[in-house]
């Protein structure tokens, strides 16, 4: 998810990265997953048939809900 310089720190200093998007109301996965579809389209020789394979193999999509998804930095 790109970020300006200023909310990347934020970020890092909040320590809890799921609560500091949700506070903000912004759906990064979602968002994420919007530019991974665009930029393949772009890219894809065959279109959007290549793109909707590539969707369904997403690690994004494997996980049930936002709650699910481990992020990097988040403790065991």
């Not at 970020?11 to 991974?36: F, H, M, T």
Request: proline share 7%.
């Amino acid at each position: 998810m790109p970020l300006c310089r200023d909310h990347h720190q934020q970020l890092r200093q909040a320590g809890n990265e799921v609560a500091w998007w949700r506070d903000l109301d912004i759906k990064p996965l979602e968002i994420a997953k919007k530019l991974w579809v665009e930029s393949r389209a772009n890219t894809s020789p065959s279109g959007d048939q290549t793109t909707q394979q590539q969707v369904a193999t997403n690690p994004a999509e494997a996980a049930s809900g936002e709650d699910a998804i481990k992020l990097t930095n988040e403790p065991n």
